[in-house]
């Protein structure tokens, strides 16, 4: 009987766990470990911001339902692995062994890149996780008793800009609905992209049009070609660059409220294991999401690395989103069953495509960018009411979906049905870090 160990219960993790038994059986071990004893699910963490959504309608226990399924769970951060002798250290002091682990350990966030900026020090706020959209709600209260200058948008080396246009226009939206967007001074979009809506992936159908016009009509000034470089006393110091990276600009923005998102880099227990990863702490995977060092490790999600879509004056990279994280999932359990079996020919591979909903508050911008490098077969960014409508009812279905221990490939068997694309297979774009 193999053990085989699922590291991060978050987006790729939860389900992984659950492919992963159901493709296994009782003939093997399953076990999940994860730093939190509960699931959040990430993409509600904007509405959590501005207190749209609570605590218990975005995250739940996971023990009860995992175990139901036969899946044997820890609530431990994992500090260390020794992927020579096939264990891994829990922050208890306690060991588990492991014959396969795949790594769905999620982001590190590089607050450290920006002095200032780490949430812990009540400046800057952060969307990305449950415990940060709760402080950053505070935060949010804050200001509607104190009306002052907004700041947001992400910064250089972030990955994942959706988030970032998400929250700057759902607090517009929340302002307006309270009556108080008058009594904001300025509002203001900072951010490492090249031009607004690049959104780390060269853009994606009219992604440049909409966010701009977007931003434009709540109100907000926005700068594109930007670094961070400090954050002092409610001050945000950037720096903006032309196209060849030349400064052409020195800002520094007073603010009252700021939400910035980070870069992201692997967490330390990963980025720790000698020839496991790139200088960012992310898994070196090949097209099969195993570990190009380590032939029983196995990673998905934004754990793994996936090189930038291309060099931008402020560094940027690429995003690892919903859809791709499922695909690399059923493909990392495929794999793992096939090596078990014996069937090491029969390997699969994940699909790197970029598909994403944002919600812009009272509307929302849906993009399929298939696949993610340019030139693509499919190239569409969408906005109306219904992307909106359809975010809450993702959010449900993810969570009914994860609570009842089922994990259908909803991007492949739901949403591309809704949007009348066919699969299409891209595996020639994919390309090894
Ligand atoms: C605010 C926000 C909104 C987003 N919205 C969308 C969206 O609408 N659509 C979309 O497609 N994508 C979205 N994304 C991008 C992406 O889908 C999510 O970030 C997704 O959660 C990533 O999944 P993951 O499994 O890689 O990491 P995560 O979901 O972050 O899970 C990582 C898990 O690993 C655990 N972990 C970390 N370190 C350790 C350790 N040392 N030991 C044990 N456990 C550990 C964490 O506790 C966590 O449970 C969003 C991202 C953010 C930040």
Redesign the pocket.
């Known amino acids: 009987m193999a053990h085989v160990v699922i590291?991060?219960?978050?987006?790729?993790?939860m389900p992984a766990a659950y492919e992963m038994k159901a493709a296994l059986g009782s003939a093997h071990e399953v076990t999940l470990?994860?730093?939190?004893d509960y699931f959040q699910f990430?993409?509600s963490?904007?509405w959590v911001g501005v207190g749209w959504k609570e605590r218990d309608d975005v995250s739940f226990p996971i023990k009860p339902y995992v175990e139901r399924k036969g899946i044997h769970f820890i609530a431990q951060?994992?500090d260390r692995i020794d992927a020579e002798a096939n264990q891994i250290d829990l922050a208890d002091g306690s060991k588990v062994h492991y014959d396969y682990l795949f790594i769905?350990?999620?982001?590190k966030l590089a607050f450290e890149n920006v002095p200032g900026s780490d949430p812990h020090e009540g400046q800057v706020q952060s969307?990305?996780t449950l415990d940060h959209a709760e402080e950053a709600y505070k935060a949010y209260q804050d200001l509607l008793r104190e009306p002052g200058p907004i700041v947001m948008g992400a910064m250089a080396g972030a990955s994942?800009f959706?988030?970032a246009y998400e929250y700057a226009l759902i607090v517009a939206s929340d302002l307006k609905k309270r009556g108080l967007r008058d009594k904001i001074p300025s509002m203001t979009f900072v951010t490492s992209e090249p031009f607004l809506g690049h959104l780390g992936i060269q853009g994606v159908g009219d992604s440049q049009t909409i966010l701009s016009r977007g931003l434009k009509e709540e109100g907000f000034e926005a700068y594109t070609n930007c670094k961070v470089t400090k954050v002092e006393d409610n001050k945000m110091y950037v720096t903006q660059v032309n196209d060849k990276g030349e400064t052409v600009k020195e800002m520094v923005l007073p603010f009252k409220f700021s939400m910035m998102i980070p870069a992201f880099k692997g967490?330390p227990?990963v980025a720790g294991v000698e020839g496991l990863c790139n200088p960012g702490g992310f898994v070196l995977v090949d097209e099969y999401q195993r570990s190009k060092k380590y032939r029983n490790i196995f990673a998905a999600?934004?754990?793994i690395a996936i090189p930038p879509v291309e060099q931008t004056p402020v560094p940027t990279g690429a995003?690892?989103?919903?859809?791709m994280?499922e695909s690399m999932v059923a493909a990392a359990v495929h794999n793992i069953k096939a090596d078990l079996e014996g069937k090491t020919g029969n390997q699969t591979m994940g699909t790197w495509n970029a598909?994403?909903?944002?919600d812009m508050g009272d509307r929302g911008a849906a993009f399929v960018a298939l696949p993610q490098l340019k030139p693509r077969t499919v190239d569409w960014f969408a906005e109306g009411r219904w992307v909106h409508l359809a975010k809450v009812a993702f959010e449900k279905y993810f969570i009914r979906k994860m609570k009842i221990g089922v994990s259908e490939p909803f991007y492949e068997k739901v949403l591309f049905k809704m949007l009348g694309i066919t699969r299409l297979k891209d595996e020639g774009q994919r390309k090894a870090s």
């Open positions: 590291l991060g219960a978050g987006t790729g993790g470990i994860s730093a939190n990430v993409p963490n904007p951060r994992a769905t350990t999620g982001p969307v990305c994942c959706g988030p967490v227990a999600g934004i754990a995003p690892k989103t919903g859809y994280i598909v994403c909903f944002a």
